[in-house]
């Protein structure tokens, strides 16, 4: 087994690190990077809009950390009259880390559906809510809340955009190196890939790859895609991903 990691920096090279700690062959290939977003000097004055046991969502690492380096900068605080809810465990935790407040998140994966499944999101009338989120991204979140009664507001907290390869030197020489796993866990940067690899390149040895996906909504991507030989990892994080990987911790 050989293995292309597309996870972004740093979570893509720590599993890279692991995995050849494990004694696997891998490698780390970044589909996109990450800069501050356009929104993020906001962020103060949207959190202290809102009112008390309001919703604050986090919808990743990335936006936990550039939330929290420009409330620093800023000298201000995570509002603590506030309800924190993350869009999984990983991120619930690094919020908390930084916060030392309590945080709601979803025990059995990271998706927006779980999320809203949470029996404290049911009844909300009257209450406003403020997504901490990257540029783009699913508007399921927002618009569930909003049919349940609550004022959403978002807060574009980091811009994700595309790296840009010579699509097909770098196809060959990942044929090659004889990748035959792809770890990919957004639909965004699967989509990217499948685009990056020519066509040859593509039916020849893309799609016979197999492939580990962070959710039931991407392995149904990748089929549409092309893709047969699918691994739905039982979480985003790291761990879970070697597990998919099956692998030894």
Known sequence: MTILVTRPS?????????????????????????????????????LSSLNQQDLVFVLSQHAVNYADRALRQAAVRWPGNLNYYAIGRTTGLLFHRVSSLPVLYPQDGETSEMLLNLPALRRLE????????????RELLAETLTERGVDVTYCECYQRSPI???????????????????????????????????????????????LVVVSERLA??????????????????????????????
């Open 126 to 137: 009257g209450k406003k809510a403020l997504i901490l989120r990257g540029n783009g991204g």
């Open 10 to 46: 740093p979570g893509g090279e720590a599993l890279v690190s692991r995995l050849r700690t494990l004694g696997r062959v891998a490698f780390h290939f970044p589909l996109i990077e990450f800069a501050p977003g356009n929104q993020l000097a906001m962020l103060p004055n949207l």
């Open 220 to 249: 149904t991507l990748a089929r549409q895609l092309g893709w047969s030989a699918i691994r739905v990892a039982d979480n985003a994080d790291n761990d879970a991903l070697i597990r998919a990987l099956q692998l030894p911790d």
């Open 164 to 210: 840009h390869y010579d699509a097909s030197e770098q196809s060959a020489k990942w044929q090659r190196a004889g990748i035959d796993t792809l770890v990919v866990t957004s639909g965004e940067m699967l989509q990217q890939l499948y685009q990056l690899v020519p066509d040859y390149y593509r039916n020849s040895w893309l799609l016979r790859c197999n």
